[in-house]
């Protein structure tokens, strides 16, 4: 126990968090028709918590080395619980929305500490193995999440897929307090906070400018001062981040090629990858009649092929460029996404799997490369910077492609039904709209907005891989270890998103 209790109490909060990043796909059209929920509303269950979690990562990081790592994942666990229970108990989309942000504050608190505590308790080839499960922990949560989440809204109902963290949160609780050490970083720290605040304004900004343009038009004063309040959060971030002493981000890294490339790379990766398939998923329950158990289902092409990439590249692709595998990574994205954008009226899922296929080949590739690229592309003193950068893009970018792809689908559907006939549609309302369009213009709408979607993502995906293939010409071996970072070479493989 005294060997292996702090892996497994870390793994635990690690695979609770992670899971609820997809758990909530396939139950996405029963919490529409439950709780009388919007689009924008289901959006917001989404990208409240990828959010959060963006927003709070490196701040909640720098809190740890300050408070203490264990006690601030402790607190993590404790807030996420709270929320998930909140979640489940939600009478309305709005208590749902905010309960779910509130859950990503939690996973904040987890995830920025799970890696350093196990660099603490691990040294040598206990590090290297430790590090091992807790990618192979990290990959299977993200892959189970469907599946799991479709079990769950089929039998006790969607309620559950939140409701089942708290036993698990007693556990991880329990354990770590039990088994975890308590451990610092260096003396005179201080944390960012303003700096912490400025992204979460420019993230939180960006995204719901997003979302309302979808609803509105790009020129709604909604979305116009949304995006003026994500310009001036960026501006204050920069200021903050170039006369700060301990910054969140030491901008000066990003005048590197390496680095900036992978940046790039890691910010479009989760959305060009993931953002659509909320959307996807509601378009086979709700006009195709799946049950949430095979929409699940329908996702293994993808994160069986992701998985068994992750663990060839792990094998035999130790140390190869990262420019080949994160560039050539997102090229394989894009031509799976493009792929996709085949469907029509008459269309079934199993027009998808060759895209689904090529997408997790590409997820595999990246996955368990791009946060050993940013740290390969650093000085090693600024290693975890640069890994807490890298998992901070991917969440937000992740939550800016479901906001993109979802504002892509509904200006899609207007083309063919009215604005607010396109908005019910897309948010799992099809039933209430069977009595006034006929089925065919029902299925001709929805497949048109998703190869709307797909084109996007498929295109945004092959500028980032070129835009890597570009910029990262010679780093260091993407997985080089760093000396004296616990996590030089995290095994993030993961077949669908962390959110």
Known sequence: MRRWGPLTAVCLGTFMLLLD??????????MAAALHASLSDLQWVVDGYALALAALLLGAGAAADI????????????????????????????????????????????????????????????????????????????????????????GPGWRWIFLVNLPVSVAAVWL??????????????????????????????????????????????????????????????????????????????LRGRAFTGVMVGAFAFSGVAFGALPYVSIWMQTLLGMTPVRGGLTLLPMTVAAMLVAVLVGRLLHGAPARWTVGGGLLLI???????????????????IPGFVLVGVGTGLVSPTVAGAALAAVPAERAGMAGGAVNTVR???????????????????????????????????????????????????FASGL??????????????GVLVLVLVRAPRPAGRAVPGVPAARPPEGSAVPRG
């Open 67 to 154: 408070l203490g790592r264990r006690r601030v994942h402790v607190a993590g666990i404790v807030v996420f619980a709270a929320a998930s229970l909140l979640c489940g108990l939600a009478p309305g989309p709005g208590t749902l929305v905010a309960a779910r942000a509130v859950q990503g504050v939690g996973a904040a608190a987890m995830f920025a500490t799970t890696l350093p505590l196990l660099g603490s308790v691990y040294q040598g080839r206990r590090r290297s193995a430790a590090l091992g499960v807790w990618g192979a922990v990290s990959g299977g949560a993200a892959a189970v999440g469907p599946v799991v989440g479709g079990l769950l809204t089929a």
């Open 395 to 445: 969440q937000l970018g992740y939550a800016l492609g479901v906001a993109v792809s979802g504002t892509v689908v509904t200006s899609r559907m207007a083309g063919t039904l009215p604005d607010g006939a396109a908005h019910t549609l897309a948010g799992g309302g099809a039933g209430a709209l069977r009595g006034t369009f006929a089925e065919h213009t029902l299925r001709t709408a």
């Open 334 to 352: 894009g031509a799976g996404d493009l792929s996709q954008a085949v469907l029509g009226a008459g269309s079934s899922w199993t027009a998808l």
């Open 21 to 30: 990043v997809t758990i909530v796909v396939v139950a996405l059209p029963d």
């Open 176 to 253: 770590t307090l039990r088994v975890v050490p308590e451990s610092r970083g260096p003396r005179g720290m201080r944390v960012d906070w303003a700096g912490t605040v400025a992204f979460a304004v420019f993230a939180g900004g960006l995204t719901y400018g997003v979302v309302r343009a979808g609803e509105n038009g790009w020129t709604a004063s909604a979305a116009l001062c949304a995006f003026g309040a994500a310009a001036l959060g960026l501006l204050v971030f920069v200021l903050v981040e170039r006369r700060a002493a301990h910054p969140l981000l030491d901008l000066s890294l």
């Open 451 to 464: 190869d709307g979607a797909l084109l996007v993502m498929g295109g945004a995906s092959v500028v980032a």
